[in-house]
DNA sequence: TTAAGATTTAAGATAGATTAAAGGACAAAT
DNA sequence: ATTTGTCCTTTAATCTATCTTAAATCTTAA
């Protein structure tokens, strides 16, 4: 499982420390930006998992910063700031923050309302999935069916599917297919290779001979469409 | 628009009384229980939309409470207690509750917060059983009826199908399983969770050889239908 | 045309899955 | 306190699916 990102937009240099040290100790990928026309590029170039939006941003207020992310951005925004007052509290609420805690905050409960926030993601959101022509591989479900009919694959050959489909139009050499299915020692063993490729095509293709989704590039490798 | 339902579990008589005059004036229909027992009944019952719950409940723990509702209750859940203390909002938090305030807390606050709670809820759904084929799980009741029959399921072969059929269509590992069902010591036991599938589907499938429900995703794990 | 590369097939080996059954822990009933 | 019965754990035997390997056949690129 790779790890979920955050994304820090706040002016003060101490705080983004002190949350990049707590955060990546716990595991999270952790993205900075220091004041909102930065934030919100990155938020929409890399959407992160979760963002942690500082009211008192320099350029802009950020009660506007959140509505403008809520136009497009639909995870978790949790609101920090030194303003504990009940009217900034319930109006940053009210225009879609996921949850809001005041400077100073306590590490663990911080922690653990990420969590939670997190999680509530993860239960919202829809499957991600892949849709190549006839075939749908759902990664969440890990599942292919191919004409609304569940294919049944074996561990290997989901394996390989999965990776093709994640290098979609590119070509992947013998060795690194072989390395990234296989394990590092098995890159002279194209022969397993070629068997997979094999029984795949078999599941997946309408017509073995004139294959649409696995394409042999000689001599190189394979290429999926 | 129907109004939004909540049901307040707190044992004391003003705070119930602050709580429903304030709701109901902000068109909310709101529930009472005054301890955990009818809490939890009233919940089953007729499953609101909204749980405002306080930790220091007279008959248990409210934290016990949130981890019993939380078996079957997928919507918002929002703790009220006294106790500001960390290792509590984190334990809370961390067994699914959606947020945390302490008393005495503000009203506009607390409305906002559960606006958000409920505005989120609106995305996922709650169900107290699921139909599947000739099976028909009651989550509440702790029930599974195959063609109108109750089956006679053992805590454990309950737990195992309650897992399967909250993750219907969606392939779980073994380890997966075994973390869930007997606790995180146990993923290396994949015989205990084989011995259980098999007693499991001698009870749900009609034939045994060609399991239509728990489908065997060989080198992976299982996966429900 | 020819050598290297690719596909296909099938059989043996291995890892994984099912099933039955026995012993132990535990709770309910006597 | 003892018995009874249920459920869980563990072991072992058997069965099955998948992987590996080799060999025959076909295709591609120089």
Redesign the pocket.
């Known amino acids: 499982m790779n790890k979920a990102e955050i994304l820090i937009i706040d002016d003060e240099p101490q705080i983004r420390k002190l949350l990049e040290i707590n955060l990546e100790s716990n595991n999270y990928k952790v993205w900075q930006a220091e004041n909102a026309k930065e934030g919100i590029l990155m938020a929409a170039n890399h959407p992160p998992e979760l963002i942690l939006l500082d009211l008192g941003l320099p350029d802009k207020s950020g009660h506007e910063v959140l509505k403008e992310l809520r136009t497009w951005y639909n995870k978790s925004i949790i609101i920090l700031s030194v303003i504990n007052n009940e009217k900034d509290i319930v109006q940053a609420l009210d225009n879609g923050a996921t949850d809001y805690l005041t400077k100073p905050f306590r590490n663990a409960e911080l922690l653990a309302r990420i969590r939670s926030a997190i999680r509530r993601n993860q239960t919202d959101n829809t499957e991600s999935k892949k849709v190549c022509g006839d075939l749908e591989i759902d990664f969440v479900s890990r599942t292919v069916k191919r004409n609304q009919e569940i294919l049944?694959?074996?561990?290997?050959?989901y394996?390989l599917l999965l990776l093709f489909a994640k290098n979609e139009g590119r070509v992947l050499t013998?060795q690194y297919i072989l390395k990234e299915i296989?394990g590092i020692g098995?890159q002279l063993?194209?022969?397993?290779?070629?068997?997979?490729?094999?029984?795949l095509?078999?599941k997946i293709e309408q017509n073995?001979?004139q294959?649409l989704h696995?394409i042999?590039?000689?001599?190189?490798?394979?290429r999926f469409e």
Chains 1, 2 share one sequence.
């Open positions: 049944k694959l074996t561990a290997t050959e394996n013998h296989w098995a063993e194209t022969q397993y290779l070629r068997v997979f490729v094999g029984t095509r078999k073995q001979n294959p696995i042999t590039e000689s001599g190189v490798g394979y």
